[in-house]
T-cell receptor, first 113, second 109 residues
């Protein structure tokens, strides 16, 4: 069955370290998204991609980067982790024709100490 | 800038009660409004609304959109403890979704 997975599911890192969160989908979806979820803010869009080699900044992109080298993967990199980036991160994907229905991964809980 | 505001942020009721969750929005290019339910994991899709006044219904859940007044409501009748979750409203412009803060609904037995 097609799915979307994230790894790791939990991560603790230190301030200043580079961290990469993986997102892999087997839906063959063109669109992929990264969100962070914090209390009081709901889900906020970090970066998104409409296809291979396409990346776009979302609402809260500072301190994050993504690259899309194939259809299945959109890794999210925190260049120099900060305590303000402690959050739960969700990856999602959607097909171009039915973009309203985004399928979400299980989430990664990141703690920056 | 597209904006979505949900109210209340938190709601506690007793099993069997009926609840109404609100979502108001500001948007430049409206395509659709979506409702998601999030329990202890990823959000799951509930409804997509595109037209005013047409109620979408799924069991005890229903939702309606008012594009003139720019809001949507999600109703849950005869609530059950399994309805406890965070309910998210999201606005679709182009191919992105803008989410509200969510309403945390707690159903006490």
């Amino acid at each position: 069955d097609a799915e979307i997975t994230q790894s790791p599911r939990h991560k603790i890192t230190e301030t200043g370290r580079q961290v990469t969160l993986a997102c892999h989908q087997t839906w063959n979806h063109n669109n992929m998204f990264w969100y962070r979820q914090d209390l009081g803010h709901g889900l906020r869009l970090i970066h998104y991609s409409y296809g291979v080699h396409d990346t776009n900044k979302g609402e809260v992109s500072d301190g994050y980067s993504v690259s899309r080298s194939n259809t299945e993967d959109l890794p999210l990199t925190l260049e120099s982790a900060a305590s303000s980036q402690t959050s739960v991160y969700f990856c999602a994907s959607s097909a171009t024709a039915s973009a309203y229905e985004q399928y979400f991964g299980p989430g990664t809980r990141l703690t920056v100490t | 800038e597209d904006k979505v505001v949900q109210s209340p942020l938190s709601l506690v009721v007793h099993e069997g009660d009926t609840v109404t969750l609100n979502c108001s929005y500001e948007v430049t290019n409206f395509r659709s409004l979506l409702w998601y339910k999030q329990e202890k994991k990823a959000p799951t899709f509930l409804f997509m609304l595109t037209s005013s006044g047409i109620e979408k219904k799924s069991g005890r859940l229903s939702s309606i959109l008012d594009k003139k007044e720019l809001f949507s409501i999600l109703n849950i009748t005869a609530t059950q403890t399994g309805d406890s979750a965070v309910y998210l409203c999201a606005l679709q412009g182009a191919q992105k979704l803008v989410f509200g803060q969510g309403t945390r609904l707690t159903i006490n037995p």
